[in-house]
C-alpha cells in the first residue's frame, strides 16, 4: 500500500529521480499485491500491476538512501540484521513526526481485513503527504 500511494504522490507533485520500492521482513517471494487493497487505494492500486513481494536484504537495505518500516519492533528487526545501516532506517510514522505503529493484521484486534486495510490507509496516507512535501523542499537528504 504505502509503495503505491507513494509512487502515486510523488507522480502527482511531479517529483522524478526518486525509486520507490518495497520488501517485508518474511515476505514470501513473488507474491502479487492483495487484490482488496484496489478496494482501499483505488487508482494507486495500478502502480502494483507487476507488483511482486521480496524478503529483505542486504543489498536492498545497502543500496536504499532511506528505509521506512510500518512499525517501531520492524525497525529494530531491520537494524540487528544491517547494523551499519541504522542512520537510513525509520518508522515511518516517526520520520514524518508522528506517533504510533501501522501495525500488522495478525497483531491488530481489527474487525475484518478491510477494516484493518482502510484503518492502515488512513494513517500511510497521512504520512505520505508530509513525506512528499518534505521530499520536495530543495535539499532534501533523507
Not at 28 to 37: F, G, I, N, V, Y
Not at 97 to 115: A, K, W, Y
Request: charge should be negative; hydrophobic fraction near 40%; charged fraction near 30%.
Amino acid at each position: 500500500m504505502a509503495e503505491a500511494l507513494l509512487k502515486e504522490k510523488l507522480e502527482e507533485r511531479g517529483i522524478a529521480g526518486v525509486h520507490v520500492s518495497s520488501c517485508g521482513l518474511d515476505a514470501d517471494p513473488w507474491s502479487t499485491a492483495e487484490p482488496r487493497l484496489r478496494l482501499v487505494i483505488g487508482n494507486a492500486f495500478r502502480a502494483l500491476k507487476d507488483f511482486r513481494s521480496r524478503p529483505i536484504s542486504e543489498e536492498i537495505v545497502r543500496d536504499a538512501d532511506l528505509v521506512l518500516a510500518m512499525e517501531a519492533r520492524q525497525v529494530r528487526e531491520i537494524v540487528s540484521r544491517f547494523p551499519e545501516e541504522r542512520r537510513k532506517v525509520a518508522a515511518l510514522t516517526t520520520y514524518v513526526g508522528e506517533e504510533g505503529d501501522i501495525v500488522d493484521f495478525i497483531d491488530t484486534q481489527q474487525g475484518s481485513f478491510l477494516e484493518w486495510l482502510r484503518s492502515c490507509y488512513i494513517t500511510i496516507d497521512r504520512c505520505l503527504d508530509k513525506l512528499v512535501e518534505k521530499a520536495s523542499r530543495p535539499g532534501f537528504a533523507a
